[in-house]
């Protein structure tokens, strides 16, 4: 089999395996009592906590683990809404968990502005300048298009909201960016940044929400009080401390990995072809690819690759009962592309010939389907 949906779920790392074991085995305690078998396991929480922090470029007390982004994407627009009388503001090119949290925020009546993001699926600064004013409340645009695997420049962009509405709260999605590009969140400006474990190396199931010291964020899960009453619940112990081996593991093959060489190769499968769309050129991760094909179905392409041993993703949103790509029609891809979607993403461990192996699987069985894709 050639894995090529990265960007759904990552394997898992040994490291978080080993972990999620260990805590629930050997030392399964709880970390909030008080005997010394359960200071210990408290100890390890407080090492990865203040591993995670480093990753993000943050201070341990910034810190929130939830039970997966989804968690620190809904409780970031459930408790860091603070001036309810404001307009909210969100990409089109969001991730389902943060376009749903918003939709629900407008349901109950909040002015909820779309910024739609330009044709590689990046946000500028021009479009945002047309939906920000002086009484925006809360902005939240996606660091990497889980889609696309476009980056917008979420400094450019957090500066540029706070300097139009100073006490405007910034929420960025970093789920596809956390350990493959620069995530330092000091540096970016934000207030609000959630991240996921399962997506470099970790195992399902643990997310993270950073929240800015001096952000006085209410809980969203409220209960025993763990986690300095931020998130009651008692810690996934194994998963947060795997999730922060796995993602140090992860950044460091990161680190030598050339993502945006990989994701050229695979391009030039495609390019060429008649019928053929690359949705992104911009701005980009190289951990993504989205290819389009005229006329086609995604599904079906998929499936085809899937009996030839290549596995790969349609895109989030484009669920088998989904049929329109809601992203992908945001940055202008006509529906008789978006259909034909296909998402192919990498990891670190992906080699070159299994990712052009796999891409010109994906282009035959494109070809074999139907007359559109030519050349
Ligand atoms: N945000 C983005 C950009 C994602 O790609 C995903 C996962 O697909 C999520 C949020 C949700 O993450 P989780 O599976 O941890 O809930």
Known sequence: MIYLDNAATTKASQAAI???????GEDFYNPSAGYAPALAVKKALGKATADIAELLGADSDEIVFTSCATESNNFAFECGVKN?????????????????????????????????????????????????????????LIHCSNETGAVSDIKALCAAVKSVSPKAVFHSDGVQAFCKIPTDVHDLGVDLYSVSAHKVGGLKGVGALYVRKGFNMQPFIVG?????????????????IGFAEAAKIYKNKAAAFDAKALREAVMNVFDGHDGVRINGRGANSGYILSVSFKGLRGEIIAHMAEDEGVLVGLGSACSTHIKSNRVLGAMGVDRDYAEGSIRISFSPDTTKEEAVKGARVILEAARRLGDTVNG
């Open 18 to 24: 080993d972990s999620m074991i260990k805590y629930a």
């Open 84 to 140: 309810k009388k404001g307009n909210i503001v969100v990409s089109a090119g969001e991730h389902a968990s943060v376009y749903e949290s918003a939709l629900r925020l407008k349901s109950r009546g909040a002015d909820v502005r779309f910024v739609m993001p330009d044709g590689n699926g990046v946000v500028t600064a021009e479009a945002l300048a047309q939906v920000v004013d002086g009484s925006t409340a809360f902005v939240s």
């Open 224 to 240: 025993g009080g763990q986690q300095n009453g931020r998130r009651s619940g008692t810690e996934n112990t194994g998963g947060i």
